[in-house]
């Protein structure tokens, strides 16, 4: 039974880069595009881990598998609808190590919101804030050369408080307001984490962070 839920994850991650791969190719989506559906469609996917693999060695093997095709196409420049972008990114390759740490974390903590929460985060706000800060570049500040704007870095927080609010309400027994200035904390140092961060590391930075964050909570 196990084997045959990692079977239908690597098909639905293989359709899904099948589809991008068609889009950028065919339909001519700039990459960047084709890389924000694959990141949030990916995370989203990986939120059902949990529901159907019970093992961490299950995810591991999912995920280094994947680590193994992501780098293969790095390196002979395949997968352009991920890998298709002038900037350097270290993204791809660090979300399958970042959902197995998140995984374990789920499995030591026995707390499905260590697993649940650090990849909604990433999966929603990240690209809220790059979407944003796209479409309405305001306040412009840089980062170790690259550029950043306060509008994105408003729309994490704003996505990741909610985010937040959401998923504490639904494991835990505080009250609103306790809730939600927990979700605020939550979404402010995510979204510091990720205003820090270049070249892609926001996708173990970001996750690392809610974890931390979580934990120093007391959650």
């Known amino acids: 039974m196990t084997m045959k839920f990692l079977y239908i994850f690597a098909a639905i991650y293989g ?3 099948t589809v991008a791969e068609v889009a950028y190719h065919l339909f001519k989506i700039k990459a960047e595009y084709t890389r924000k559906f694959v990141h949030i469609m990916t995370g989203i996917i990986a939120l059902f881990f949990p529901v159907y693999l019970t093992e961490f060695w299950e995810v591991a093997l999912l995920c280094c598998s994947f680590i193994v095709i ?3 196409s790095k390196h002979f420049n395949l997968l352009k ?3 298709g972008i002038e900037r350097k990114s270290h993204g791809s390759i660090l979300f399958p190590i970042v959902v197995m740490i ?3 974390s789920y499995l030591v903590g026995e707390n499905y919101a260590y697993y649940f929460l650090p990849l909604l985060i990433l999966s929603m706000a990240d690209p809220a804030a790059a979407i944003v800060g796209q479409r309405f570049p305001r306040g412009k500040y840089h980062v170790f050369g690259h550029t950043k704007t306060l509008s994105g870095s408003i729309a994490f927080t704003v996505v990741a408080s909610l985010l937040s609010f959401s998923t504490l309400e639904l494991v835990t027994n505080y009250t609103n307001l306790v809730c939600l200035m927990m979700a605020v904390i939550i979404g402010v140092s995510t979204a510091i984490g990720e205003a820090m961060s270049v070249d892609g590391i926001d996708n173990i930075v970001i996750p690392l962070l809610t974890l931390i964050t979580m934990l120093f909570l007391g959650l």
Do not use: A, D, E, T
């Open 15 to 17: 359709i899904l880069f």
């Open 70 to 72: 992501l780098f293969l």
């Open 81 to 83: 609808s991920i890998n």
């Open 102 to 104: 998140c995984f374990y």
